[in-house]
């Protein structure tokens, strides 16, 4: 999966969960500054990629996630590590 | 004709009468209604005067509950008491909790499991009555969280409140209470706690990741466990712990048809009371009618959990 597919996974989960249009879920967007997602959204977006990807993302791991890209880099990571 | 299988047969509610919209909350709280309502849907709690104690509204939901079902309080034999935040350990709460419902000499005993407890205590009510143990039971949820609040801690604070609610069970010709899912795990325990000495302390976001990806399973298997499929519950009854975890709860389920309790809007989170109180407030605006399927849900610290399908009285 490139990282390019993983962001538009990702975006479709976003979407899901906070009604943001993907389209403008792109990498260099803040979750919470950008798009007003707060914390228990962030749980909601983690647990339903978990899901779709296959991976673990703890709450620690949560905090650090800033923006789009870090979450996919993130995702990315994971999903080889996995 | 046999009167053996347990039913709810009525519910009683008592709600302390100080509601604190969220903009009426500690200064220190730095109370925002929009901010509070879009996170946790909530818009005021109903928080316990001096006078208002676990026992007294106990009692009160209890008496409430006997005089709708018209049972005479003589004719109960066991009286459990769920609940975490009693103010002291010794005695228990449930015979004062019995006095004052006029089941003077009832068995009665206290059971904590938090947020649970009421579906914990339902079951084992429905287990008194099936086996003759009791003819009836009240069962009541009983909480004064604000005894326990951190009333610094705004990740808390805006979310515990007050008051009881109760269920009569007893025999009927055809069975009302389902089989109980029940479970625990403890090594979450510190995840919801009072330290000793401290205040109510809550990992929100673990609790909430707990809440949204577990939970969902109990309530299909206590569903199935009562050979009713979750599109045919006229309403689901989770613990009313936060609106954003019972709307994710409900779609998970897939109970398409189902009212969802919304009680928590001017409830506010009352741990062991807030299943029958949200049940009480659905009977009593006519969403659900007698012999409609419900799910009951209780889920919190321990932690624990304990789901249930019963018969709307």
């Known amino acids: 999966m490139t990282d390019n597919d993983i962001l538009a996974a990702f975006a479709d989960i976003v979407y899901e969960v906070a009604r943001i249009d993907a389209s403008i879920v792109t990498p260099e967007k803040r979750f919470v500054d950008d798009f007003d997602i707060d914390s228990l959204s962030m749980v909601e977006i983690a647990t339903a990629a978990e899901d779709k990807f296959g991976v673990s993302i703890p709450d620690s791991a949560l905090s650090d996630l800033k923006t789009v890209g870090d979450a996919v880099a993130f995702i990315a990571k994971a999903g080889v590590a996995a | 004709m046999t009167t053996d299988h347990p039913r709810v047969l009525a519910l009683g509610e008592y709600r302390p009468s100080r509601s604190v919209p969220n903009a009426e909350l500690p200064a220190e709280l730095e109370p925002d209604d929009a901010w509070i309502r879009e996170r946790t849907g909530i818009a005021a709690l109903r928080i316990a005067g001096d006078d208002e104690t676990v026992v007294s509204m106990a009692g009160a939901a209890s008496a409430k509950a006997l005089a709708t079902a018209g049972v005479d309080p003589a004719d109960v034999d066991l009286v459990i008491l769920a609940s975490c935040t009693m103010p002291t350990q010794v005695p228990g709460g449930a015979a004062r909790v019995a006095r004052l419902a006029g089941a003077v000499t009832a068995g009665a005993f206290d059971i904590n499991a938090a947020c649970a407890g009421f579906c914990y205590g339902l079951s084992l009510a429905a287990d008194a009555v099936r086996s003759g143990s009791a003819r009836h039971v009240v069962v009541v949820g009983a909480e004064k969280?604000?005894?326990?609040?951190?009333?610094?801690?705004?990740?808390?604070?805006?979310?515990?409140?007050?008051?009881?609610?109760?269920?009569?069970?007893?025999?009927?010709?055809?069975?009302?209470?389902?089989?109980?899912?029940?479970?625990?795990?403890?090594?979450?325990?510190?995840?919801?706690?009072?330290?000793?000495?401290?205040?109510?302390?809550?990992?929100?976001?673990?609790?909430?990741?707990?809440a949204t990806t577990a939970l969902a399973d109990v309530a299909r298997r206590a569903c199935t466990a009562a050979g009713i499929p979750t599109e045919a519950l006229a309403a689901v009854v989770p613990h009313q712990a936060n609106l954003r975890i019972i709307t994710a709860l409900a779609r998970q389920i897939g109970a398409a048809n189902a009212v969802v309790a919304d009680d928590i809007v001017d409830a506010g989170n009352t741990s062991s009371a807030s299943v029958p109180l949200a049940l009480s407030r659905l009977i009593a605006d006519g969403r659900v009618r007698s012999g409609d399927p419900v799910l009951l849900l209780g889920f919190g610290a321990g932690l624990t959990w304990a789901g249930q399908v019963i018969e709307v009285p």
């Open chain 2, 145 to 210: 969280l604000s005894d326990w609040t951190d009333w610094t801690d705004r990740r808390t604070a805006i979310l515990f409140a007050d008051g009881a609610g109760a269920a009569v069970v007893g025999g009927a010709a055809k069975p009302g209470i389902g089989p109980v899912i029940w479970g625990s795990d403890g090594r979450m325990a510190e995840l919801i706690e009072i330290p000793l000495g401290g205040k109510l302390q809550m990992d929100g976001q673990a609790v909430f990741r707990w």
